[in-house]
């Protein structure tokens, strides 16, 4: 007690600590110089918005916007960050003291909790960035001679395009116009096809960009399109003739339709109006979800100090020259300067892990149409060509390689990494260093040669003589075997063979090109790769079917005869041999370092007059980096240390763990003690008793547990990459976790496949084989394997349960153990890693999220929100309110300051997509708003995602959820709690559906209707919009019908809830708005076909397309919801006196977070109970069944039985007083318990009966056998506690009864030993 006592008056010190930084922080906010106040008219002081401007000296009005919006964030702020540091320390002690004041009250000893303390910024973890990324290598590699741009058009074409800006810094987060979503007025009224609307958009577009730009930078003016362009999956290539044709005189748009590549666009976006980091990386990933090739190497401008400083900018630890530093010439010349140069750092995001096995394709300079080939060879949809037009830029004719992954498709494609060589010059050390290594790594080599100029005959013409390749392709292969590992294979295609008949001659000469190449790729030993050759015929000039045609038989036709090799593979055989090769393209800094070793040995033996050939020495053959890069090593290592996969979840995440167990013992504690306020029989009482006391102890034994739980040192490392604040290692962690988690989940799931297909088999034949007749034992054969194959299906399940490991899993970890710290259970972040912090974690998290990656705000098994601990999550079971918040909480927070939710008063718009499993629900978000949702075959999204963009005007939270009928279904109710969350949060909720809308859409939207009008949860009415998928020959009016469907059976039950509520009116608007046009189809988004020969799926321009169109669509429908809403609001307000009409939309994002953590406890309270149903009959025949249940309980139970059973206890009890033999009570109470029993069964009796014929009487109407056999059942109840009731009272009156006949025998028995006594004693008696 006094323990309690002296936390309460702690409590209360805190309180009044509370309120006086309430009042300073009002005073603070009201003071502030920089605050703007509003006239009589509500109109902004421009006085002091000039003033403000003037302060700043913006130059452009992008930073004049910028200067004004941070001064009054700062004015607002200013406030907050005075007292932050108290606030969080307040909340903090308060949470602890609510923790100390449960251990008191549970008798527990308590320890001084820990300190608290708050700092600001990322640790010091330069050390722990080093140990865990290995050698830290620059971002950039440019050449060490670049040259002056020395035409014209170069520089005309560099300068409209954009070149890079110099002293531009690394940025640790995205740009802006990655969460920016673009919204095209007029775009969604259809007056002509979608492609033609495009069109027109993109030109209007272009032309204003050309107008404002004036002559210069015209990619990065329009940059916010071309980025929304690719988040849509729409390759930059469809802007092509846009762009081409947006000149202001013909010398211009000359320039653009000759030499204009969408290669070009591509660089000129991501390097030269993005800063380095994240963006540049962001950028890349989305262009190879488009399937367009990647330049890693590329001719391009120098940004301008690099050009000026000349050899200082190899001190930039970004950036890197070839050679060591730049040439003389370079640092003394001026003007635009050209180089090739590698970006590393764009494409380690991509390929932070082992991809696809490497296919490179190259070539001499005089072998033309390589890439085209290429192309035709994989049916890829996009390659960078030179093109025939003369003279050639010098960043066209430059050497360059671009590669294309196998990125389009969650899926593999290809199944192989390409590799694509231009222009090769073994004389650019860039080229001829990076050539190497992509050979190094190569699985397969197509070496592209002609058989007309790359070969000369020695012998003169003279028969039976041999060849030798030209002194340009002699360089190729020296380079090739000195780099080609000897497991990889070598495809000589000799190009430009005129006709597949071929002279003695001919065919000799062709083997001797063959020999020839194989001689050079032999080496100073002879031990080469494998050499196969084949003959391809130009292509050039074939007409679509000749050219098709031509592939087709290229690609079946047999290798040259081989003395070297016995077996003549197809070229189709040879090509696909590469997708199952065990050399995979390995992650990108393993590929730097092995370039950096290959650059310093070509160097070096450059300058001792060394052919390229003679590099098969311990640099290049070594493979100490391995296929993993420092981190994925220890990942892997660490992973492995934890032993099999059985209880790996609880050994990575112990904290998780506890707190999943923890939140589901407290739910079922919660329900017992629900259970234990109602009437209950001694023995259930005894029993729910017994089972609460074990739920209390195994809930101190987790507590305890969780105390004493180390973090796993995987969660010390990701810990470590959190301090650094570098988002690419937390990609690259995370891309090594799922590498794992694929490898142990692939065989788990072939065997789950084919398992179910099994199962599935014995399902199809159980029904076939009772029509038969087939005899009991084998239906119980059948059965028993059936159970077998469940039960095998089930545990097979758990074990991929249990490798289920994502970054989202460290991130809640993380939570979790600052929770701990929030409560003062645990020294929290600090036991993790020392120099962690709660403002490290939270700016790193930050960052992540302002990046794109999704938020996972509800998760685990049962479904928990946030990172709560239980105890504040259930304040029923501490005796507490609910206060305070949580790491989330404090990061939407946060997000509320930058985005300038709370300063500007900005909207905010929640926008959600429900749907069934596996129908492209992330996806369609992924197009729509281009968020970063993951999309994979099967469930992709557990739980609750959101993630958050932003328009011109409003902050836009995106919600995808888990998908509803899926076939891991958590319980009956959970399709209903998610369409109820999504609901009661959303401005919007899409109902996303493969195929026509069916029954279970407005069955759902029934149920959750009954739900949201009793639970009162909605602040707002959500627009419902529908969007059908995988369909495309569906007239509009089809389209309405559908949706006037759904809205007259939601219609028709909110009539039938209006005549089972009380007289108020109200209509369906009133709940959700839903009208006839809320209605989109879309089609299929990815296009199966054949090309070539091959079969493809790739992304459609056309979903693309429709994606931009529904954009507009879903803004319309939220504005015409919001409409509709505050027409009826002032209709309430008429019809009703003080009625306020106003906007009832979120304010923030903290106030939402709020609001969604609000629907949820109630929902996990209460909202089981209504959502049991299936469909809104179900709920209203329920309510009807129960209230003529209601009536009959009072008038049998509480009228008849009641009367009847107090005369039978009277009677009785009468029969009692007059009994003298404990005999004859005994008898009384058998024969009185006879009649009661009886009285029971005929009331119950009567009930029953009673409750049959009005079902009967009603059948067209009571049609759900479940809920008639419930609510018949139900009728016991009452009917037990009230025989329950008479049963005490009659136990009471013969208990009384037998302890009067008791007592009167003891009365008797010493009344006569006192008798016998007097006459013993006769005359002594006084």
């Known amino acids: 007690v006094t323990a309690v006592r002296g936390v309460l008056e702690e409590i209360e010190h805190v309180k009044r600590e509370g309120e006086k930084l309430q009042a300073a922080l009002v005073k603070s906010k009201a003071s502030s110089p920089d605050s703007l106040a509003a006239d009589e008219e509500g109109l902004p002081d421009f006085g002091r918005i000039l003033e403000m401007l003037r302060q700043a000296s913006p130059g452009t009005l992008e930073e004049a916007r910028a200067a004004v919006q941070s001064r009054q964030r700062q004015a607002s702020g200013r406030a907050r960050e005075l007292h932050s540091d108290t606030y969080n320390t307040l909340e903090a002690q308060l949470l602890q003291l609510q923790y100390k004041g449960r251990k008191a009250l549970d008798g527990e000893a308590m320890g001084p909790g820990p300190e608290v303390k708050r700092s600001l910024g990322f640790a010091s973890a330069g050390k722990a960035a080093s140990e865990l990324s290995g050698v830290q290598m620059p971002a950039v590699t440019y050449a060490s001679r670049p040259e002056v741009a020395g035409s014209l058009q170069d520089h005309a074409f560099l300068q409209l395009l954009g070149i890079p800006e110099g002293g531009l810094t690394p940025s640790p987060s995205v740009d802006r116009c990655f969460q920016r979503v673009e ?37 990065s003016a329009l940059k916010p399109m071309l980025v929304d362009l690719v988040k849509r999956r729409q390759r930059i290539s469809s802007m092509l003739n846009t762009l081409r044709s947006c000149g202001l005189d013909k010398v211009e748009k000359n320039l653009l339709r000759k030499h204009l590549q969408p290669r070009d666009v591509l660089i000129a976006l991501a390097f030269s109006s993005m800063a380095p980091g994240p963006s540049q990386a962001r950028m890349m990933s989305l262009a190879a979800k488009t399937d367009s090739p990647l330049p890693l190497l590329f001719g391009w401008a120098l940004p301008v100090t690099s050009s000026n400083a000349g050899a200082g900018s190899a001190s930039d ?3 890197a020259i070839a050679g060591g530093s730049l040439s003389a010439d370079a640092r003394t010349s001026s003007g635009l300067q050209l180089c090739p140069q590698i970006h590393w ?40 060509f030179r093109g025939a037009v003369q003279p050639a830029l010098r960043i066209h004719s430059m050497p360059s390689i671009d590669i294309i992954g196998d990125f389009a498709r969650e899926e593999s494609m290809r199944g192989v990494t390409l590799a694509d060589v231009h222009c090769f010059d073994p004389e650019e050390e860039l080229c001829e260093a990076l050539t190497a290594t992509l050979s190094s790594f190569a699985a397969l080599t197509l070496l592209h040669a002609s058989f007309k100029t790359d070969f000369e005959d020695t012998s003169a013409g003279r028969e039976g003589g041999e060849c030798v390749p030209s002194p340009r392709l002699a360089k190729l292969l020296a380079l090739l075997t000195g780099s080609t590992s000897s497991s990889s294979k070598v495809l000589l295609l000799l190009r430009d063979v005129d006709s597949d008949e071929h002279g003695p001659a001919e065919q000799r000469r062709m083997l001797a090109c063959v020999d020839a190449v194989r001689r050079g790729l032999g080496g100073t030993h002879g031990a080469g790769p494998s050499v196969m050759a084949w003959l391809v015929p130009p292509l050039l000039g074939l007409g679509p079917t000749e050219l098709t045609n031509e592939v087709k038989s290229l690609r079946k036709s047999r290798s040259l005869p081989n003395k070297h090799v016995s077996e003549q593979p197809t070229l189709e055989e040879a090509l696909g041999s590469a997708a199952s090769s065990s050399l995979k393209f390995p992650p990108l800094p393993v590929l730097q370092q092995r370039y950096n070793d290959l650059a310093d040995s070509l160097r070096l033996h450059r300058e001792e007059a060394q052919p390229s050939s003679n590099l098969e020495s311990r640099t290049l053959r070594t493979s100490s980096e391995g296929k993993y890069g420092a981190l994925a090593q220890r990942v892997f290592a660490e992973l492995g240390s934890a032993g099999s996969s059985e209880g790996l979840l609880s050994k990575l995440f112990p904290v998780a763990h506890c707190h999943q167990y923890l939140s589901a013992l407290s739910q079922e504690k919660v329900r017992c003690l629900g259970r234990g306020r109602e009437y209950l029989e001694p023995e259930e009482r005894r029993k729910l008793e017994s089972s609460t006391d074990a739920l209390d102890k195994e809930i101190a034994r987790l507590r305890l547990e969780r105390q004493r739980a180390p973090p796993h040192p995987l969660l010390t490392t990701f810990a470590q990459l959190v301090l650094t604040g570098d ?171 930058d985005f300038g939710v709370d300063v500007r008063g900005r909207p905010l718009l929640v926008i959600s997509v429900i749907g069934v499993q596996s129908s492209g629900k992330s996806t369609l978000m ?108 569906v007239n509009q009016q089809q389209q309405y019908e559908w949706v006037a469907t759904v809205k007259r059976s939601l219609e028709d039950s909110v009539q039938e809830l209006q005549q089972r509520e009380k007289p108020h009116s109200f209509k369906l608007q009133d709940l959700v708005f839903l009208d006839s046009e809320s209605i989109f189809v879309m089609p299929s988004a990815f296009n199966d076909d054949t090309q070539f020969g091959l079969q493809v799926s790739r992304p459609t321009n056309l979903y693309a397309l429709k994606a931009l169109q529904l954009r507009e669509k879903v803004f319309h429908w939220i504005s015409r919801a919001k409409a509709s809403q505050r027409q009826r609001l002032q209709e309430v307000g008429r019809a009703v006196p003080g009625t306020e009409v106003g906007s009832a939309s979120f304010a923030s994002l903290s106030q939402w977070y709020d609001h969604a953590r609000t629907v949820w406890q109630t929902l996990s309270m209460c909202g089981t109970d209504l959502l049991q149903f299936r469909t809104m009959r179900q709920v209203l025949m329920a309510q009807q069944l129960q209230e003529f249940c209601d009536a009959l309980v009072q008038k049998h139970v509480d009228g008849k039985m009641s009367t009847e059973s107090e005369a039978l206890i009277e009677r009785f009890t009468k029969e009692l007083r007059s009994l003298t033999a404990a005999a004859e009570v005994h008898a009384t109470d058998n024969s009185f318990r006879g ?40 009728l016991m109840g009452p009917m037990r506690r009230k025989y ?43």
């Open 727 to 897: 988002i690419n290692l937390i990609v690259e962690f995370a891309a090594c976790l799922d590498d794992w988690k694929q490898s142990k989940r692939a065989p788990l799931l072939e065997t789950k496949l084919d398992l179910r297909k099994e199962l599935d088999k014995l399902l199809e034949a159980t029904p076939a084989s009772r029509e038969t007749g087939a005899s009991a034992t084998a239906h119980g054969e059948e059965g028993g394997q059936i159970a077998v194959l469940r039960s095998e299906l089930a545990e097979l399940q758990k074990r991929l349960d249990e490798v289920d490991v994502s970054i989202d899993s460290f991130w809640l970890e993380l939570m979790l153990w600052h929770e701990l710290e929030r409560i003062g259970a645990r020294r929290g972040l600090r036991e993790v890693d020392e120099r962690m912090t709660f403002a490290a974690a939270k700016a790193c998290y930050l960052n992540w999220v302002k990046s794109g990656n999704p938020l996972h705000f509800l998760h685990s098994a049962p479904l928990q929100f946030g990172a709560f601990e239980p105890l504040r999550w259930h304040p029923q079971l501490s005796g507490a309110s609910f206060f305070g918040s949580d790491f989330i909480g404090d990061i939407l927070r946060e997000l509320d300051r």
């Open 926 to 1033: 992924n197009y729509l708003f281009g968020c970063s949702f993951a999309t994979h075959v099967g469930r992709c999204t557990k739980g609750l995602y959101i993630s958050l963009l932003e328009t011109q005007r409003e902050l836009v939270v995106i919600l995808d959820t888990e998908g509803l009928l899926s076939v891991e279904a958590r319980d009956d109710v959970f399709d209903k709690q998610v369409a109820l969350m999504t609901m009661a949060c959303s401005d919007l909720v899409i109902v996303n559906n493969r195929g026509e809308l069916g029954r279970h859409v407005g069955d759902l939207f029934q149920v959750c209707l009954f739900a949201l009008y009793h639970l009162k949860l909605a602040r707002i009415s959500p627009a419902i919009g529908f969007v059908l998928q995988c369909l495309s020959m």
């Open 183 to 219: 919204i095209y007025d007029r775009f969604s009224e259809k007056t002509g096809t979608v492609e033609d609307e495009f069109e027109k958009l993109c030109r209007v577009a272009v032309m204003d960009a050309r107008q404002r730009c004036g002559g210069r930078r015209l990619i």
């Open 1235 to 1274: 009649q009661l029993d009886g009285l029971r069964d005929a009331v119950l009796q009567e009930m029953q009966h009673e409750f049959d014929e009005f079902v009967k009487s009603h059948d067209s109407k009571f049609t759900d056998q479940q809920v008639k056999s419930d609510k018949r059942f139900s």
């Open 1284 to 1326: 329950a009731s008479v049963d005490s009272l009659w136990r009471s009156a013969v208990h009384l009864s037998l302890e009067q006949r008791s007592m009167d025998h003891l009365f008797e028995e010493i009344s006569a030993r006192v008798t016998d006594l007097l006459l013993e004693q006769g005359a002594n008696v006084n």
């Open 317 to 319: 630890t970004s950036t």
């Open 345 to 384: 750092g764009a494409l380690r995001e991509l390929f932070c892990s082992p991809s696809h096995p490497l296919v490179l394709s190259l070539g001499s300079d005089t072998t033309l149409g390589k890439s085209y080939l290429l192309q035709y060879l994989y049916a890829l949809q996009e390659c960078h």
